[in-house]
T-cell receptor, first 114, second 115 residues
Framework: DAGITQSPRHKVTETGTPVTLRCHQTENHRYMYWYRQDPGHGLRLIHYSYGVKDTDKGEVSDGYSVSRSKTEDFLLTLESATSSQTSVYFC?????????????FGSGTRLTVV | AQKITQTQPGMFVQEKEAVTLDCTYDTSDPSYGLFWYKQPSSGEMIFLIYQGSYDQQNATEGRYSLNFQKARKSANLVISASQLGDSAMYFCAMRGVTGFQKLVFGTGTRLLVSP
């Protein structure tokens, strides 16, 4: 009954290959986010979406692209995976842009680029 | 730009004791929200507590309280009566009213609770 699911949960891929991570929500929330988590850096924003087909870059967007063709799905694509993109990726959702609303997070995807 | 600083990479506490996890922030936004999340070893991000910048009282949620000192720009998390299950990574985060109100995180503090 999770309102937000990420797939796959784990993935190992080779350098230079494209990879797509999927975030699916059943909460009908407008705002969706992709973060990456690395030791010593906390969570850093990659891209976010404020509606269908409306996306923008975060602080670490190089090498990543996103798409949102439906409210419920937000895809993160690594166009040509590099070892520096080995990380844990979190999707998050929010139903408001107000500063007093936090996010709900997915369970994360652990990506290893070899 | 908004920034969150957590200066304690790791903290140790004995079971049943209280512990304070430090968080300072920097923002020029007139209004903002401060959040704490817990990440246990299983990896999920669990929301713990929220403090609004205009809230007069410090937020509390069960054993969690947020020691909010606006003039010092600090939002420390206090966990009372620590339990073994409190061992986890803790992240402080803030969300302002500019920059599309994105949640900005600190680097986290790993808490270890010993018996």
């Amino acid at each position: 009954d999770a309102g937000i699911t990420q797939s796959p949960r784990h993935k190992v891929t080779e350098t230079g290959t494209p990879v797509t991570l999927r975030c699916h929500q059943t909460e009908n929330h407008r705002y969706m986010y992709w973060y990456r988590q690395d030791p010593g850096h906390g969570l850093r924003l990659i891209h976010y979406s404020y509606g269908v087909k409306d996306t923008d870059k975060g602080e670490v967007s190089d090498g990543y692209s996103v798409s949102r063709s439906k409210t419920e799905d937000f895809l993160l694509t690594l166009e040509s995976a590099t070892s520096s993109q080995t990380s844990v990726y979190f999707c998050a959702i929010s139903d408001s842009a107000d500063s007093n609303y936090g996010y709900t997070f997915g369970s994360g995807t652990r990506l290893t680029v070899v | 730009a908004q920034k969150i600083t957590q200066t304690q990479p790791g903290m140790f506490v004995q079971e049943k004791e209280a512990v304070t996890l430090d968080c300072t922030y920097d923002t020029s936004d007139p209004s903002y929200g401060l959040f704490w999340y817990k990440q246990p070893s299983s990896g999920e991000m669990i929301f713990l507590i929220y403090q609004g910048s205009y809230d007069q009282q410090n937020a509390t949620e069960g054993r969690y309280s947020l020691n909010f000192q606006k003039a010092r720009k600090s939002a420390n998390l206090v966990i009372s009566a620590s339990q073994l299950g409190d061992s986890a990574m803790y992240f402080c985060a803030m969300r302002g009213v500019t920059g599309f109100q994105k949640l900005v995180f600190g680097t986290g503090t790993r808490l270890l609770v010993s018996p």
